[in-house]
């Protein structure tokens, strides 16, 4: 058993993002990995996914469905459609669906509190959902009828970079940073997360993200690398900006893997996935690695084949041509093979019994010590 630190400097944290060494590194696994087992335990959670609509209002600059990107077919799916995937996660034993779409006004309140109060009358499934930032009113009502959490990544915490990516909105980082915190208050277990590797974005930034994340006492981070899309701006002048920005932060395996690690160790507690961007840009080893390197959740896409290759964010998205039946199996075997169990139930946020109610909302949480976390000081 190695010692544990319970505080991390930023200078530690920065050394840590550029570090190359792969004894070292190592060290940084096995951290995250002890962690991960003694706090979540040895659990996967599955997190059936269903893209329910490519429609968006947004023009982020680095995402392949925002509003600009007229090349794509637009699909929404119908209700029957939807309860279909919900029944097919249920059937894998998943505890958990996520509902996720662009922003899409086409998607109306009372439409979706139909929905949810279906799937929480007919099956036992925890509801998250992912449809961006709408009025605290459509938030309240599928709180009430009964969804559980909501994800809405905050992408970067630099609030430059942030306006840059995404242009002509009147929303800034402080507007997703601050409704995640009404996601809480409301009653929602709340997930934020970050790219990595944003073109323009630095290691101190990424600091900072870790920062957020500890600050916030996020109960979901969703850490991925950043992958360019050829029909968005970012993706046709990223490569410029890249080189342009001192201290640029790479959108690799490893740096994604290093950012994965830190969380778990700055974020004991959180619910983390090993994403489908991770297992993207190194097919082979990405979701594996993101699993012994602090995740503890997995997010089988289940969405129908024929929508699926249309919620193009990035090109080329892991597991896209495989079948839910396939990408069960596949989950099942990559799980055993690590020595590690599907989860059972809804693996909601789990509270430790050293967290107190000052320890997770008090901010700023970082210079507080909590007893058993690891702070950054
Ligand atoms: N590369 C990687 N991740 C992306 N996302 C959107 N576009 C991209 C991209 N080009 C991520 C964002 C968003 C989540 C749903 O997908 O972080 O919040």
Redesign the pocket.
């Known amino acids: 058993m190695m010692s544990l630190p319970n505080a991390l400097t930023r200078e530690e944290i920065i050394r840590w993002l550029h570090e190359k060494n792969e004894e070292k590194l190592h060290q940084l696994w096995q951290w995250a990995d002890e962690i991960r087992t003694s706090v979540v335990g040895d659990e996967v959670h599955l997190r059936g996914l269903i893209e329910i609509s490519n429609h968006c209002s947004r023009r982020?600059s680095?995402?392949?469905i925002n509003a600009g990107n007229t090349s794509l077919v637009r699909y929404r799916m119908e209700k029957q459609e939807i309860m279909d995937c919900v029944d097919m996660a249920q059937k894998f034993g998943y505890g958990t669906v996520v509902i996720?779409g662009g922003e899409d006004y086409g998607i109306k309140k009372e439409w979706m509190d139909d929905i949810i109060r279906d799937i929480k009358s007919r099956t036992d499934l925890a509801v998250t959902l992912?449809l961006g930032e709408r009025p605290i009113d459509d938030l309240e009502m599928w709180r009430a009828a009964g969804a559980n959490r909501y994800l809405l990544?905050f992408?970067t915490s630099d609030r430059t970079l942030y306006e840059k990516i995404h242009p002509s909105m009147k929303s800034t980082i402080f507007d997703r940073v601050e409704m995640l915190r009404t996601l809480r208050n409301i009653g929602y277990e709340i997930g934020g997360?970050?790219?990595v590797g944003i073109p323009g974005q630095t290691y101190v930034s990424v600091y900072n993200d870790l920062c957020t994340f500890q600050e916030m006492d996020l109960d979901m981070i969703?850490v991925?690398?950043?992958?360019?899309?050829p029909h968005?701006p970012l993706g046709t002048e990223g490569e410029e900006i890249r080189k342009q920005t001192p201290d640029q932060i790479a959108n690799t395996e490893l740096m994604t893997c290093k950012v994965v690690a830190l969380t778990r160790i700055l974020c004991p507690e959180a619910n983390i996935p090993s994403t489908t961007?991770l297992g993207t840009i190194d097919r082979q080893l990405g979701r594996v690695h993101g699993l012994q390197r602090g995740a503890n959740v997995l997010m089988p896409n289940i969405t129908p084949l024929h929508y699926r290759k249309l919620y193009e964010?990035?090109p080329e998205k892991a597991g896209n041509d495989s079948t839910p039946a396939e990408t069960d199996q596949l989950l099942k075997e990559l799980i055993a093979g690590l020595g590690r169990r599907r989860g059972k139930g809804p693996g909601g946020r789990l509270h430790t019994p050293h967290r107190s109610e000052e320890d997770s909302r008090g901010l700023p949480g970082i210079h507080k010590r909590m007893r058993g976390r690891t702070l950054i000081t």
């Open positions: 982020c680095y995402c392949g996720q992912s990544r992408e997360g970050i790219m969703g991925g690398p950043y992958l360019p899309h968005t961007a964010i990035y």
